[in-house]
């Protein structure tokens, strides 16, 4: 029997945090899952779902506060979703974050006596993502921007987003004003009219420039020399005005198709030294600060010189890539994004690197031909999608024989798995960090390091931390 009932209310304990940031409590031993709460919190709550094993609910009433709690910065934080850990303290987050990683690879990889003691927390935890898309649609029928509510592609406007650089705000108002003065009209996905479908805006730590992309379902803007004029007006921090055309009927963040505006066709910023050019669909860490102390940390993993070969799979525009490649004897990158690949040999180029070399192809049909075809690289570095690695191409990297797999990862149920495979075929979990690239939300990035198992050792081997 469920002893729970959907829109009825309990009263419940929370007592862990899941991977997504949601409260857990039980009702009769029964998991129940509700947002924007925080471990010690005593809450009256609403069962919004039913299902065979757990249930989701909402807070109604916050009878007992838990400790970890602070003050909510953000307006729209109960609308927004796009955190779902503001209201606990820093600290708190942090320890969330690693029992998130510890329990996947514990529970999911079956490291038993796997402890993660190290988590790197961010200095900025407001305005630290140089990378934001706002959607642009009608509320109460004038034109906002916003994000989507949780689930939904229902706009909750915005009058800021304190993750964000500031003058994003400017930017969007700048847009809707001039949607505004010359009757441009939002698009609408369900009836597939109207032109202007979200703001993107790309910004660089470095220089502090900034794209500003306007995505529309037109191959050209009414009046586009009036917006151009208000947005050069905003700041001169603007460098770039890019026409992204999705002439489609879909929800696409942002097609293939550029029109430079106005100014640069690119920006750029740096890692470690390395300049890397970036345009409008450029795969580039959100956090440059906290990116740049984890991949200082996987290459004090990978521990490189000048006599040892790389591959580093899943390398997107060859930002691990290149940082490795000035302390190896040489690099492969391999990627199944071509725009990426281009991105990635323009910016060896730019930098002066002639040791790398670049494939666009999906890993699980390049990496075993590569492999078979006598590559034997000393380290492989693995920064897979969230969906992790698959069975072909970590089977490959086992044949293979490094003597180092560094695994950088947004998704530690994935690495856990991928690990636990990794360790039934000769490899053994040696090192691990966290990284927090993220704060205020549920997500995180770890970097372990497997290292080869010689015949005299035994795959379980005690955890060795920093």
């Known amino acids: 029997m469920i002893p729970v009932e959907k829109n009825k209310e309990y ?30 919190d005593k809450i009256k709550i ?12 909402s807070v109604i009433e916050i009878i007992s506060p838990s400790a970890n709690r602070r003050d909510i910065d953000c307006e729209h934080y109960n609308l927004c979703g796009g955190c779902q850990l503001r209201h606990i303290n820093y600290d708190t987050q942090l320890e969330i974050k690693r029992s998130i990683i510890e329990n996947a690879i514990r529970r999911i990889g079956k490291f038993g006596n796997f402890t993660l003691n190290n988590m790197t927390g961010a200095e900025n935890t407001n305005r630290y993502r ?24 229902d706009i ?54 900034i794209m500003a992309v306007i995505c529309a379902s037109t191959v050209s803007l009414p009046a586009a020399e009036k917006l151009i ?9 603007i460098s770039s005005i890019i026409l992204n055309i999705n002439t489609e009927k879909n929800n696409f963040a942002i097609s293939e198709n550029n029109v430079t505006l106005w100014g640069k066709d690119e920006i750029s910023d740096s890692l470690l030294g390395i300049e890397f050019t970036i345009s409008p669909q450029s795969f580039f860490q959100i956090n440059p600060a906290q990116t740049e102390k984890l991949y200082k ?37 391999v990627e199944i994004v071509e725009r990426a690949i281009e991105d990635a040999r323009k910016n060896a180029f730019n930098n002066n690197i002639q040791n790398t070399v670049f494939y666009a192809d999906s890993a699980e049909n390049i990496v075993p031909k590569l492999i078979n075809q006598g590559e034997t690289p000393d380290v492989v570095i693995l920064d897979p999608p969230r969906k992790g690695s698959d069975k072909a ?16 990862s947004c998704n530690p149920a994935t690495l856990a798995r991928d690990a636990r495979f990794l360790a039934d075929n000769g490899y053994s979990l040696t090192a691990a960090q966290g990284f927090d690239l993220f704060p205020h939300t549920a997500h995180v990035e770890t970097v372990c390091l497997l290292s080869k198992l010689h015949s005299d050792q035994h795959i379980e081997i005690e955890l060795q931390m920093d």
């Open 11 to 40: 009263t419940v304990l929370i007592n862990s945090v899941s991977s997504d940031g949601s409260g857990v409590a039980h009702i009769d031993g029964f998991t129940v899952f509700i947002p924007q709460t925080s471990i010690g």
């Open 46 to 57: 609403r069962i919004d779902d039913v299902k065979k094993r757990f249930a989701t609910g």
């Open 130 to 153: 140089n990378k934001m898309v706002f959607p642009i649609g009608y509320c109460k029928n004038r034109t906002v921007f916003g994000f989507y509510a949780p689930k939904t592609h």
């Open 156 to 209: 909750i406007p915005l009058s800021d987003c304190l993750l964000g650089d500031a003058m994003n705000k400017s930017i969007n108002n700048a847009v809707i004003e001039y949607m505004t003065e010359n009757n441009v009209s939002a698009y609408d996905e369900k009836t597939h009219s109207g032109i202007i479908r979200r703001v993107f805006t790309r910004t660089s730590l470095k220089t502090g420039e």
């Open 229 to 237: 004029d208000k947005l050069i007006k905003v700041s001169d921090r």
């Open 297 to 333: 940390k996987a290459l004090e993993f990978a521990d490189l010189d000048k006599s040892q070969n790389v591959m580093d799979i899943y390398c997107g525009i060859g930002t691990i890539s290149l940082c490795a490649a000035k302390k190896a004897k040489s690099v492969i990158g």
């Open 393 to 408: 191409t970590l089977s490959a990297i086992v044949r293979a024989n490094p003597q180092k797999i560094v695994y950088v």
